[in-house]
């Protein structure tokens, strides 16, 4: 059974950066898509990133581009997002997910099977 679990979440001000870690486990193989997709409160979840890890490609929503970047470590399972330059539109419930291979469009929800828990971010101005 995949898991999928996020941790790193937390509450800084407008400019901070913070790296939120996701481990994915239970594959038999180390070649799968990650996605990252956030929450806020009264909007739709939206898709911010995504990784897959057999070669490392990647894929940003535009608001996002240039900020964050997602990246992987296969000997610890884990995919991390790196936030830099944050801003108060960033607060939301993050979320990391897991498919073998990258659904199209790579923010298709329904393409990812297993989600984790959720990591809040708050960023305040």
């Known amino acids: 059974q995949v898991q999928v679990v996020e941790s790193g979440g937390g509450s800084v001000e407008a400019g901070e950066s913070l790296r939120l870690s996701c481990v994915v486990s239970?594959?038999?193989?180390?070649?799968?898509?990650a996605g990252w997709f956030r929450q806020a409160p009264g909007k739709e979840r939206e898709g911010v990133a995504r990784?897959?890890?057999?070669?490392?490609?990647?894929t940003y929503a535009d608001p996002v581009k240039g900020r964050f970047a997602i990246s992987q470590d296969n000997a610890k399972n884990t995919v991390y997002l790196q936030m830099n330059s944050l801003k108060p539109e960033d607060t939301a419930m993050y979320y990391c997910?897991?498919?073998?291979?990258?659904?199209?469009?790579?923010?298709?929800?329904?393409?990812?099977?297993?989600w984790g828990q959720g990591t809040q971010v708050t960023v305040s101005s």
């Open positions: 997910a897991a498919a073998r291979f990258c659904p199209t469009p790579w923010y298709w929800e329904r393409g990812f099977a297993y």
């Open positions: 239970g594959y038999t193989t180390r070649h799968y898509c």
């Open positions: 990784i897959y890890t057999g070669g490392g490609s990647t």
